[in-house]
Nanobody
Framework: QGRMVESGGGLVEAGGSLRLSCTTHRTIFSYNTMAWYQQVPGNTREQVAYITHDGRRNYADSVKGRFTISRDTAKNTVYLQMNNLKPEDTAVYYC?????????WGQGTQVTVSS
């Protein structure tokens, strides 16, 4: 069992929004860069965004201007606000540290965007 617990996925229409959450242990959260990854069936997991322990952010080109990553230290939680969703955003979304640790992967949360 991994160290991350993701939630917040669902089925939305194109143009809609979702907010994903990922909670983990304080010792993991506090000192690491946290990141969100997406995986489409048959493809490898790809990073979509990361946030450092001091709040610096980076986004994949495909989500820039639409997704926002944030972290709540008090809750040991990282969020991914997803706006203006597109069908190509359909994937399972996972969080992990960056660089990843394979033993940290959780179950992920499914995001499905209908056209």
């Amino acid at each position: 069992q991994g160290r991350m617990v993701e939630s917040g996925g669902g089925l939305v229409e194109a143009g809609g929004s979702l907010r994903l959450s990922c909670t983990t242990h304080r010792t993991i959260f506090s000192y690491n860069t946290m990141a969100w990854y997406q995986q489409v069936p048959g493809n490898t997991r790809e990073q979509v965004a990361y946030i450092t322990h001091d709040g610096r952010r980076n986004y994949a080109d495909s989500v820039k201007g639409r997704f926002t990553i944030s972290r709540d230290t008090a809750k040991n939680t990282v969020y991914l606000q997803m706006n203006n969703l597109k069908p190509e955003d359909t994937a399972v979304y996972y969080c992990n540290i960056w660089p990843v640790r394979d033993d940290y992967w959780g179950q992920g949360t499914q995001v499905t965007v209908s056209s």
